[in-house]
């Protein structure tokens, strides 16, 4: 039941970010501004966290915020939200055929910023599993810890 449950809330997920980056573009040509664009972003960003964090629970009744489903959360929406802004920067361009230079700091240090949430995000979760690991094997009887 719970992995139905995730997967509905993945394809809703995925048809309410489409949908406002869609009507963003949308808007952002019919109105001849950026505005749309840059109210879209912090949507995606919202909607996603709180559809990840929805997503990671493991009971349906009660709401139980773990590190490992926070971690999830943030790794996910800061993934997501730079795919969407590198989307929308790199192949949406109206005037320039350059990016302005504030847009290509932004999108270099958002490329830095994705990098390190993955990096943490995979590092911590290996840690977490080899301590686990190491926890286990400290209570079973009869087996030797690793030094």
């Known amino acids: 039941m719970k992995q139905r449950t995730g997967a509905i809330i993945g394809?809703?997920?995925?048809?309410v970010?489409?949908?406002?980056?869609?009507?963003?573009?949308?808007?952002a040509w019919r109105w001849d501004s950026m505005a749309p664009l840059s109210a879209s972003v912090p949507v995606v960003a919202i909607f996603t966290f709180v559809g990840l964090l929805m997503m990671t629970q493991t009971d349906d009744k009660h709401w139980r915020i773990t590190e490992s489903s926070l971690r999830a959360a943030i790794a996910g929406t800061v993934v997501i939200a730079y795919?969407?802004?590198?989307?929308?920067?790199?192949?949406?361009?109206?005037y320039p055929k350059e990016m302005?230079?504030?847009?290509?700091?932004?999108?270099?240090?958002?490329?830095?910023i994705a990098g390190v949430?993955?990096?943490?995000?995979?590092?911590?979760?290996?840690?977490?599993?080899?301590?686990?690991?190491?926890d286990d094997s400290k209570r079973?009887?009869?087996?030797?810890?690793?030094?």
């Open 83 to 94: 795919l969407v802004v590198t989307g929308l920067v790199a192949f949406f361009t109206v």
């Open 117 to 134: 949430v993955i990096a943490s995000y995979f590092g911590a979760s290996a840690y977490v599993q080899a301590r686990s690991k190491d």
């Open 11 to 15: 394809i809703v997920m995925a048809l």
């Open 100 to 112: 302005p230079p504030i847009t290509q700091m932004m999108i270099t240090n958002l490329t830095t």
């Open 140 to 147: 079973t009887p009869g087996s030797t810890p690793l030094a």
């Open 17 to 27: 970010i489409s949908t406002v980056v869609g009507g963003a573009v949308f808007l």
